[in-house]
């Protein structure tokens, strides 16, 4: 039959491909598989040191609320007001000591339902915009806070400054780092080792702050003579700064 060259020229062709591969593994350079041994008489551990720092920063958020029929008026009246507590507040303004700064400035519709139909319809408009006394000088603060008869505090925040935060962070750092060592001194004698070498360490730091403060704010605008006379009851409290040192050691024979 004419089909069975060809049937043939297949067969040889495949066998000559087989055979090619198979001469192509016999002759190919053997994988070298290489297994690393697990790391022998290394032991994990950590330390912690912490303390209390007294906070050293106040920031006071203050807000005028006004809400009208027009968003144009509304938008007026609380420039208005932010404006004038702005020119006051500007004249004890010291760097780093009293800053000030404007918040969020917001403007929002007010619906209602609609009269004999369903779905509501915008019959207002409300807004609201902040102003941000924040620095060291707790006193000053407190009493500009006071004297802005036309915003109302809004809430209040201690924390600590840069310096006081690097300065404790430092000290907790090298309590915490000596703790580390001591206590891989330990690990490597009780387990009957000689010393002992860093493989790896990771330094991490963390600030939490104290109990919440809760002082008894004005909420409601008072005439400026009184307000002169005034200044928000604030207390700072602590913030707990804390450094954790983790990592392994390798531990050596005596």
């Known amino acids: 039959m004419r089909c069975t060259p060809m049937v043939s020229t ?21 994988t070298l598989t290489v297994l690393q041994q697990a790391p022998q008489n290394v032991v994990s551990l950590s330390a912690e040191a912490s303390r209390e720092v007294q906070q050293d920063l106040l920031s006071i958020t203050l807000s005028a609320t006004k809400e009208g029929t027009e968003a144009a008026a ?18 004890a303004a010291r760097p ?12 929002m519709p007010r619906y209602a339902p609609k009269p004999g139909a369903s779905g509501n319809s915008i019959n207002g408009w409300q807004g609201r915009a902040e102003l941000v006394i924040e620095g060291s ?26 310096d006081a ?52 704010f004005r909420t409601r605008a ?4 009184v307000a002169s006379e005034e200044s928000q009851p604030v207390e700072a409290g602590k913030a707990t700064v804390s450094v954790t040192v983790s990592g392994s050691v390798q531990l050596s024979p005596r």
């Not at 509304?74 to 004249?91: G, H, I, N, S």
């Not at 991490?204 to 809760?214: I, M």
């Not at 008072?222 to 003579?225: F, R, V």
């Open 137 to 162: 000088d707790i006193a000053a603060i407190s009493q500009l806070a006071g004297r802005l008869s036309t915003l109302a505090v809004a809430r209040a925040a201690f924390g600590l400054s840069k």
């Open 10 to 30: 297949v067969l040889s062709l495949t066998g000559a491909v087989l055979a090619a591969g198979l001469a192509g593994t016999a002759t190919a350079a053997p």
């Open 96 to 107: 780093g000591l009293l800053e000030v700064r404007t918040g969020a400035f917001t403007l």
């Open 165 to 216: 935060r690097e300065k404790a962070e430092a000290e907790v750092a090298a309590q915490a780092i000596t703790r580390f060592k001591a206590r891989a001194e330990s690990y490597a004698q009780q387990f009957g080792f000689g010393s002992y070498s860093l493989r790896e360490v990771v330094v991490g730091g963390s600030e939490v702050g104290g109990s919440p403060v809760q002082p008894a």
């Open 222 to 225: 008072m005439s400026a003579s």
């Open 74 to 91: 509304v938008q007026t009246q609380l420039r208005q007001a932010l404006d004038a507590a702005l020119a006051e507040a500007r004249k």
